[in-house]
Every structure is written in C-alpha cells, then in structure tokens.
C-alpha cells in the first residue's frame, strides 16, 4: 500500500504524519498511521505581535521539522507534502521562513491559501467520518485563523477562512489574565464582525451535523464530557451541547491560568489561549442555531495524505520514465520478447512492489528497476532457449541503455538472472561482488519478479487484476478474472517456497470471477 507524509505547519503547532493510503479504498477506511508527532510552536504570536516570525520561533521551529524528518525518513514514503497557514501567510519575512524550513525537509514549503487549508480540513474529515448524504457545517479553529466550511453529499459547497484563530485572537485582545470584561467585549465584536460574511452566504438551518475539529474543538468536547487530555483520542465523534459550550465558555473566561489547567482535557499550552477559541465556536454555534458540536480528530494533515492517494502522487518514482521506457522496449522488440506478455509482468511487478513496501522498506525508486528487469529478463532466448536467464543477465549488463545509470543497469541484469532457476547464492560470484545493500536489493526484488511472471504464466493475460492483502502471517493474492486460471494459480505455488524463504511470509492465492 502506498507510503504518504504529511507536514502541517500552523500557527499554534506543527504537526507531521506519515500512513499507508489506498486510493480505491472505501471513504470510511481512514489511512494506517505509521507514525504522528505534534509538537506546540506559537510561531504565530510573534507575526500577530510585531508582523514576522521571530528568530527564536523560527530557530526552534526548523529544530521540530528536523526531528520529525528523522521520524519518518525510514518509512521510504512516496510523497511529502509540506504547508503552512495563517501566521506564515501574514509573517513578513515568510520568504526566509520558508527557504530555511525547505531545506530542512529537502523539498518546497507550501504556503496554502484560507480556500485551500479550507478544501484540505474537508477531505481530511470525510476520510475519516464520511457524510455521503448529510449536509453539515465543518469549523476549525486554528492558531491563526478560522475555517468554516459548508458541505453537503461529501462534497464542498462553501468555505470561508477568517482571522479568528486562538493565538491571533489572544495575542491581539487579551491582556490579562483572567481576561478583563472589556478585552473579551471587543473580541467578541470582532469576532461577530468577521464571521458576519459567513452568515449572510451560508443558509442558516439543515444541517444534520455541526463538525468541530483541531485542538480547540477536542478540548471542549472532552471538557464537556470528562475526559482526560491523556485520552483526549476517545472524544473522537463525541459530543457538547450549546449549553454545556455556553457554560464552558463563561467559566474559562472567569478563571485565571492555574484555574484553567485543572479542567479536563486542558493541557498547559491550549489552557493558555482557549477563552478565544471557545468563543469564536459558541458564536458560529449561535449564528447557525446548532445545538450541539462533533468532534472529529480529522485535520490538513488527513487532508493532505488523502489528496496524495488520489493523485497517485510519487508514482512517477516507481514507474519508468517515458525515456527509460522507450529505451526497455526497444531493447525487447530488438530480442524478440513478447511485449504484451512484458508489459502485463510489468504491470504486476509494480503492483506487487508498492503493496509490499512495509516489508521490503525499499526506496521508491527501486520499483523502476523491477518494472526494467520485466521488460528485458526474457532477451536471452535471442540466444539460447537453454538457461536464457544467464543471457538475459549478459545481454542486459552490456547493453547501452540510455537513463539508466551503470549501476541501474548491472541491478536490472541481475534480477533477470534470477527471474527463473537457482536464487542468489554465495557461489555467485557476481552476485557476491555486489554491496551489502544492493545483495539486499536483488534479494527482496527477484520474488516479485517470479510472482508477477507466474500471474500471466499463460502469455495471454488472463488475469484482468489483482489485489494484494498483507497481514502478519502472509501476503494473499486475489486474481480476477472471467477465465479459467489453473495455469497461473499452480505457477504461484511454484513461487511460495522462495518468497517464504526471502520475506518469511507465506504466499497465497485464489481467483476470483470478474
């Protein structure tokens, strides 16, 4: 399943998260998390404060974006998609900001627009809590602005993204602690000025649902309902009332920060800048007579991890280039291959790569080289029908492949060596010349190779598609088919002992009537 990360950078926190997304998965199947991390920043009180982003904040940022880049580095992703919102949007040094943070992660930082951030919430909500038929009204309170988000069938109808984020609101209005009852009047002016727009464009009433989502929205809810921060995931699809929001409301503006801290589902840093946030949400509450708010654990980072899948973002790294693929055809059409039995090996192989990934933790890149190796192990029968694989592997390891590297190249002979007969042995000796990472290469690659050749062992493609399970014990494959598959079927259990003896995994399979 295809690898994705996700870096959040927002106003109050950075957040980055790499998971396992399936494109055609159903919309109630959220991504697998491999690995999350949320680490409190305030870069937005400096912008809101004096205009930019302060050194220490920008120092201490990038700091954070190292350690979650070693987080998720290992996991090979596919894709990386970096933004950043309000405060990095207003900050007038954002230029610098963004150079420093793309080093650091080693590919560009977006800075997303209001309708952006707005689209991303969305997405990241219905991956995780589907509404195919309901209209319902989303509101994420950030740091440094507020998005309210009107959707109806799953589908976005109208966004807006207001500067009514908690740290902006705190930075701007709120000088004591507790607030005094003139700084929270103005706020709410404000506050009630702002989200005036919204309220003329977006119909009042009919909504099924009223979404909260972002820290603000899952301090209330677990506040609400007595949960601790320490399980603050628990008040996921939970619920408070306008009146227990009301309540809130007005005893957190009544207490100072020690007050605060002691009520459940607060931590130090929201307890700090939450009086702004709980009332930027019971005024939207009021506006659009809602009575009560959801909470949805779903953020831009959910948003972003499902826009990728959909996009099939990084693919490219797996597939030949147009030129490499000019380049391997050409070469098998010069040996005679048959290139529909090749391209469906290819196809196959590339399959079987991405949906292996957790277990062979190869680079993306590498899948290039196991679609090359589809395309060219069956070059040597243009000598020899009789251990054509050895020239195969000759015939590959001298030719003048343009796009490929040397190494590139003496990699792909290898894998068509050992696409059929012997496995890689310690009596090889070109086997043996090579790196410890590149034995390990070919190692986790000719399996898959002899998978995907034994799924069209007929040359006539009969099975139309196939699905990949992984679990604990064993990679399942499901063929699809309208034809008999018996042929194909005993070609994979030829193949089991060897995968089994590489990844220590059993190898099944069943057909399937398309």
Sequence with gaps: MPRYAAIDIGSNSVRMMAAEVEASAPPDQPARVLVEDRQVTRLGRSVFETGSISREAMDFLCGVL???????????????????????????????????????????????????????????VESRWPHPRDRILILDIGGGSAEIIEAEAGQLRTAFSRP????????????????????????????????????????????????????TAAAVVSAANQIARSRRETADRQRASAAQIRRIEKELAAMPLEGRLKVAGLGPRRAEIIVPGVAVMLKVLEMFGARQLYY????????????????????????????????????????????????????????????????????????????????????????????????????????????????????????????????????????????????????????????????????????????????DGALTLILKSGKDLGLELWALERTAALFRQVYGKQLRAMARRK
């Design 66 to 124: 190292e350690r979650q880049m070693d987080l998720f580095r290992p996991l090979n992703v596919l894709a990386l998609r970096a933004v950043a919102t309000a405060a990095v949007r207003d900050a007038s040094n954002r230029d610098e900001f963004v150079e420093r943070a793309a080093r650091v992660i080693g590919q560009p930082v977006e800075i997303i627009s209001g309708q952006e951030e707005a689209r991303l919430i969305h997405l990241g």
């Design 164 to 215: 009514l984020g908690a740290v902006r609101l705190h930075s701007v209005f709120l000088k004591n602690d507790p607030p005094k009852e003139a700084e929270l009047l103005r706020m709410d002016e404000y506050i009630e000025e702002k989200l005036a727009v919204v309220y003329r464009r977006i119909p009042e009433g009919g909504f099924a649902r009223m979404i909260g989502t972002s820290a």
């Design 296 to 471: 949805c654990t779903a953020g831009v980072r959910d948003g972003i991890l499902r826009d990728l899948a959909d996009r099939e973002a990084g693919a490219e790294r797996v597939r030949l280039d147009a030129e490499q693929r000019r380049m391997v055809e050409q070469y098998a059409r010069r040996f005679g291959v048959d290139l529909k039995h090749a391209r469906k090996v290819a196809a196959f192989a590339r399959e079987l790569f991405t949906a292996l990934t957790p277990w062979h933790r190869l680079k993306p890149e590498t899948g290039r080289l196991l679609k090359a190796a589809a395309y060219l192990r069956d070059t040597g029968h243009a000598i020899n029908d009789m251990a054509h694989h050895k020239h195969s592997q000759y015939i590959v390891a001298n030719a003048d492949l343009a796009g490929f590297t040397d190494e590139e190249r003496h990699l792909v002979a290898m894998l068509c060596r050992y696409h059929r007969k012997a496995p890689p042995s310690a009596r090889h000796g070109d086997y043996m010349a090579l790196t410890a990472e590149q034995q390990r290469l070919v190692q986790y690659l000719y399996p898959l190779l002899r998978i995907a050749d034994a799924l069209d062992r007929s040359r006539d493609q009969r099975v139309e598609e196939i699905e990949c399970a992984l679990d």
